[in-house]
C-alpha cells in the first residue's frame, strides 16, 4: 500500500532552520506532484509548498517565500522541505501529500494520498 512518512521535525528555536523529509513508497514517486501542508492549533489545513512530478516547477504560499525550500529525489522516493528563518508562526504540524498529476495545487482535496504528519515547533 501507499505510504508517505514524514520526518525532520522538532523543537528549534525563532530563526533556526529544519529540513523535512517525507519517503514514499507503494508508488511510482515520479509520477506525483507533491505538497505539503501544514495545520497549527485550532487553525485549518494550510498550503504550504508544492513540486511537479519533474522537480521543474515549484510554488509556495506568501507567507513562506524567501525562507522555504521544496525539493524532490525521485531516485530516492524523498520529497524535502528547507525551511529557514523559521517564527513562531510556522509552528504546527506538517504533511506531505501526493497528487497523480504533473502539478501541485494549494487544494488539500486534490491530493491522493496523505502522510502522517511532523510536528514542527518554533520558540520565541
Known amino acids: 500500500q501507499v505510504q508517505l512518512v514524514e520526518s525532520g521535525?522538532?523543537?528549534?528555536?525563532?530563526g533556526g532552520s529544519l529540513r523535512l523529509s517525507c519517503a514514499a513508497s507503494g508508488?511510482?514517486?515520479?509520477?506525483?506532484?507533491m505538497g505539503w501542508f501544514r495545520q497549527a492549533p485550532g487553525k485549518?489545513?494550510?498550503?504550504?509548498?508544492?513540486?511537479?512530478?519533474?522537480?521543474?516547477?515549484?510554488?509556495y504560499t506568501?507567507?513562506?517565500?524567501?525562507?522555504?525550500?521544496?525539493?524532490?529525489?525521485?531516485?530516492?522516493?524523498?520529497?524535502?522541505l528547507q525551511m529557514n528563518s523559521l517564527k513562531p508562526e510556522d509552528t504546527a504540524v506538517y504533511y506531505c501529500a501526493a497528487r497523480y498529476r504533473n502539478m501541485p495545487t494549494?487544494?488539500?482535496?486534490?491530493?491522493?494520498y496523505w502522510g502522517q504528519g511532523t510536528q514542527v515547533t518554533v520558540s520565541s
Open 9 to 14: 521535525g522538532g523543537l528549534v528555536q525563532a
Open 27 to 33: 508508488l511510482t514517486f515520479s509520477g506525483y506532484a
Open 44 to 59: 485549518g489545513r494550510e498550503f504550504v509548498a508544492g513540486i511537479m512530478w519533474s522537480g521543474s516547477g515549484t510554488y
Open 62 to 80: 506568501d507567507p513562506v517565500k524567501g525562507r522555504f525550500t521544496i525539493s524532490r529525489d525521485n531516485a530516492k522516493n524523498t520529497v524535502y
Open 106 to 112: 494549494p487544494q488539500g482535496d486534490d491530493y491522493h
